[in-house]
C-alpha cells in the first residue's frame, strides 16, 4: 500500500519526563528534535506530505502520535492509552484527525489500545495485548475495525516488549521484520517473517514508507539482511528515541 501524508508532533522540553521501563538517562531535548527533524526529512524523501503539528508540554510522551489514534485512507479511530500520563493525547489530537479525515470513530472504553501495538498489514490488523492493551480493548477495537472493513485479530506477543511494534514490523505487504521472539511465537498466518539476527532486537521496530524501509542507526547485520533481499534501507539516528522506549513507527500516523 502506498502511503501519500504523514502527520507528526514536534517534540515537547517536557520528554525529559517521558515514560521509560529502564532509565538510561534523560533524552536530550535539542538532540531528539534534530532526530525527529532528519526523521520528518526522511519521510518527505520516501514521498509523503508531512504535516508538524505544535508539541504539547502537558503530554511529555506527545511525539508519539502513533500511540493515541489509529489511521487509514478512509477514516481515523482515536484510541484509548493504557497510560494513566497519555489518555489525555486523544482529545488533543482529535480535532487534528476531524480536520483530515471524513470518518472518525472513537473507543469509549473501559478497555485501552495503545497504536503501537496495531500491526496493520493488506488483510488484517494484528492488536498485540500488552501492559497497554487489555482484551477488552483490543475487543473494541476489532470492532471499531470491522466498520471499516478491516479484519482485527488480538494477538498475544511475547513477553517484555513495551508494545507488539517494539519486536515487529511490516517491510513489505508480505512481510514482517520481527525479533526471534516474536518469530517464534507465530502470531501471523501467510506472513513471511524476516528474523532480526541476535542482539539487534532493538532495530525490529522498522517503518516501511512506500519504497523505503527506514531503520535506526547501529544494527549493521539487520541493514545487511534487508539489502540483501533487495530493500532500500534509509538509517536514522535514534539515541535519543530509544532512551523513551520508542522507535520510527511511534513517530508518525501515515495513511
Ligand atoms: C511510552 O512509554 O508510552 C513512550 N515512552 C514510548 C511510546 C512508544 N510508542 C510506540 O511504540 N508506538
Same mark, same amino acid.
Given at each position: 500500500?502506498?502511503?501519500?501524508?504523514?502527520? &507528526?508532533?514536534?517534540? %515537547?522540553?517536557?520528554?525529559?519526563?517521558?515514560?521509560?521501563?529502564?532509565?538510561? +538517562?534523560?533524552?536530550?531535548?535539542?538532540? !531528539?528534535?534534530? =532526530?525527529?527533524?532528519?526523521?520528518? =526529512? %526522511? !519521510?518527505? /524523501?520516501a514521498?509523503?506530505?508531512?504535516?508538524?503539528?505544535?508539541?504539547?508540554?502537558?503530554?511529555?510522551?506527545? &511525539?508519539f502520535?502513533?500511540?493515541?489514534?489509529?489511521?487509514?485512507?478512509? +477514516?481515523?479511530?482515536?484510541?484509548?492509552?493504557?497510560?494513566? /500520563?497519555r489518555?489525555?493525547?486523544? $482529545? #488533543?489530537?482529535?480535532?487534528?484527525?476531524?480536520?483530515?479525515?471524513? &470518518?472518525?470513530?472513537?473507543?469509549?472504553?473501559?478497555?485501552?489500545?495503545?497504536?503501537?501495538?496495531?500491526?496493520?498489514?493488506?488483510?488484517?490488523?494484528?492488536?498485540?495485548?500488552? %501492559? @497497554?492493551?487489555?482484551? /477488552?480493548?483490543?475487543?473494541?477495537?476489532?470492532?471499531?475495525?470491522?466498520?471499516?472493513?478491516?479484519?482485527?485479530?488480538?494477538v498475544?506477543?511475547?513477553?517484555?516488549? !513495551?508494545? !507488539?511494534? /517494539?519486536a515487529?514490523?511490516?517491510? $513489505?505487504?508480505?512481510?514482517?521484520?520481527?525479533t526471534? $521472539?516474536?518469530?517464534?511465537? @507465530?502470531?501471523?498466518?501467510g506472513?513471511?517473517v524476516?528474523?532480526v539476527p541476535?542482539?539487534?532486537?532493538?532495530?525490529?521496530?522498522?517503518?516501511?514508507?512506500?519504497?523505503?524501509?527506514?531503520?535506526?542507526?547501529?544494527?549493521?547485520?539487520?541493514r545487511?539482511?534487508?539489502?540483501?533481499?533487495?530493500?532500500?534501507?534509509? &538509517?536514522?539516528?535514534?539515541? #535519543?528515541?530509544?532512551?523513551?522506549?520508542?522507535?520510527?513507527?511511534?513517530?508518525?500516523l @501515515?495513511?
Open positions: 500500500c502506498r502511503f501519500n501524508r504523514a502527520l &507528526v508532533r514536534t517534540p %515537547a522540553a517536557s520528554a525529559v519526563d517521558g515514560l521509560r521501563a529502564v532509565d538510561r +538517562g534523560a533524552p536530550d531535548v535539542a538532540e !531528539l528534535r534534530a =532526530e525527529h527533524a532528519a526523521y520528518r =526529512e %526522511a !519521510l518527505a /524523501t514521498g509523503v506530505a508531512v504535516e508538524l503539528l505544535p508539541a504539547l508540554e502537558a503530554f511529555p510522551d506527545s &511525539v502520535v502513533e500511540d493515541p489514534a489509529l489511521v487509514f485512507a478512509p +477514516g481515523a479511530i482515536l484510541l484509548r492509552p493504557g497510560a494513566p /500520563t489518555i489525555g493525547e486523544t $482529545a #488533543e489530537i482529535a480535532p487534528d484527525l476531524r480536520l483530515r479525515f471524513p &470518518v472518525v470513530l472513537a473507543m469509549t472504553g473501559p478497555g485501552y489500545a495503545d497504536g503501537g501495538d496495531v500491526l496493520v498489514t493488506p488483510d488484517t490488523v494484528y492488536v498485540g495485548l500488552s %501492559a @497497554r492493551t487489555d482484551r /477488552t480493548g483490543a475487543a473494541e477495537l476489532c470492532d471499531l475495525l470491522a466498520e471499516f472493513g478491516y479484519r482485527g485479530i488480538a498475544e506477543p511475547p513477553a517484555g516488549v !513495551l508494545h !507488539l511494534k /517494539t515487529c514490523s511490516l517491510v $513489505a505487504d508480505d512481510c514482517v521484520l520481527a526471534r $521472539a516474536v518469530a517464534d511465537a @507465530r502470531l501471523f498466518d506472513l513471511d524476516l528474523v541476535d542482539g539487534e532486537e532493538a532495530v525490529a521496530n522498522a517503518l516501511r514508507v512506500n519504497e523505503t524501509v527506514m531503520i535506526a542507526d547501529g544494527f549493521p547485520r539487520t545487511a539482511l534487508l539489502e540483501e533481499r533487495g530493500y532500500s534501507v534509509t &538509517v536514522l539516528k535514534l539515541d #535519543e528515541v530509544m532512551k523513551l522506549d520508542a522507535g520510527l513507527s511511534c513517530m508518525s @501515515r495513511w
